[in-house]
Nanobody, 118 residues
Framework: QVQLVESGGGLVQAGGSLKLSCAGSGITFRINAIGWYRQAPGKQRELVATISSGGSTIYADSVKGRFTISRHNAKNTIYLQMNSLKPEDTAVYYC????????????WGQGTQVTVSS
């Protein structure tokens, strides 16, 4: 049974930073592409970033240069370091696997709320 568990969300002021974590079980992150998606109120879920089995990364234009996705193989965990946060980054952030190119796979975490105040 695949489980993805996100953590690290919270309330932060604009310009601040947060680091999200997604711990996986039942799936090996180092041989799958894993992604972060987000959904703001009243909006569709959108891609934030993905990391392939080979370590290649893809970012949404809106987060390039501010967010960094990474993976810790031994912990079977991926991270999303978010810097220079903006109010428009406010959303529920979800971990997903296995990502095919930028298309989400079958497994989602429960999500973690990120709120950026102006």
């Amino acid at each position: 049974q695949v489980q993805l568990v996100e953590s690290g969300g919270g309330l932060v002021q604009a310009g601040g930073s947060l680091k999200l974590s997604c711990a996986g079980s039942g799936i090996t992150f180092r041989i799958n592409a894993i992604g972060w998606y987000r959904q703001a109120p009243g909006k569709q879920r959108e891609l934030v970033a993905t990391i392939s089995s080979g370590g290649s990364t893809i970012y949404a234009d809106s987060v390039k240069g501010r967010f960094t996705i990474s993976r810790h193989n031994a912990k079977n965990t991926i991270y999303l370091q978010m810097n220079s946060l903006k109010p428009e980054d406010t959303a529920v952030y979800y971990c997903n696997a296995p990502v095919i190119r930028t298309r989400p796979g079958s497994y989602w975490g429960q999500g973690t709320q990120v709120t950026v105040s102006s």
